[in-house]
């Protein structure tokens, strides 16, 4: 991530690409990233069922904001970039804690 950074920043101070290219590719990297980490998430212990449950919530609604997050920065204008990216990721964290607080209630039900 830092490499690609530092690379970008050298090609836009060589004149190689512009400004505004240069924060595409280090925000469409941190993209990547919340993708990769969400498809990350199930592969890590979780002791229980409801545990796994939240996980693979998690991992998807991750997966799928950091995709929307990706291509939004990648192919739209940047004022709606910023407002579809982050409002696709911050949907898929609203997701991910209210799922949990359904199970949470559930649990406490049973």
Do not use: H
């Not at 590719?25 to 990547?32: F, H, M, N, P, Y």
């Not at 980490?37 to 939240?54: D, L």
């Not at 799922?99 to 406490?108: E, G, H, K, V």
Request: glycine share 8%; aromatic share 10%.
């Amino acid at each position: 991530m830092v490499a690609l950074a530092l690379a970008a920043s050298y090609a836009r101070s060589q004149g190689l690409i512009e400004p505004e290219t240069t924060t595409r590719i280090v925000i469409v990297a941190i993209g990547l990233m919340v993708v990769w980490m969400g498809n990350r998430i199930p592969k890590t212990f979780a002791p229980s069922a409801g545990a796994r449950k939240a996980q693979r919530v998690a991992a998807w609604s991750l997966v799928i904001g950091g995709l929307i997050y990706t291509a939004a920065f990648a192919f739209a204008p940047m004022d709606v970039a910023i407002f579809l990216g982050c409002g696709a990721v911050g949907a898929a964290l609203v997701i991910t804690f209210a799922y949990c607080l359904t199970l949470r209630s559930r649990a406490r039900a049973a």
